[in-house]
């Protein structure tokens, strides 16, 4: 896993947090919360190459 990508996950929750707190804030809990599950969404799906690439790692090293 690269250094960026840890990055690039920490900024993308940040950003979502700050979001989350303003729309909170604002009476907006709804869009809060739709706020919070898009950005574990992108977050997600950033890292499932390196997820794909783990299990296959550990069937090259296990022989399946």
Do not use: C, H, P, Y
């Amino acid at each position: 896993m690269d250094v960026d990508m840890i990055f690039k996950i920490a900024a993308i929750g940040i950003i979502v947090a700050i979001l989350n707190q303003l729309l909170i804030r604002s009476g907006r809990e709804e869009q809060a919360l739709l706020t919070t599950i898009a950005g574990l969404v992108v977050a997600l799906m950033m890292i499932i190459s390196e997820i794909s690439n783990l299990f296959e790692t550990i069937k090259r090293v296990f022989g399946f």
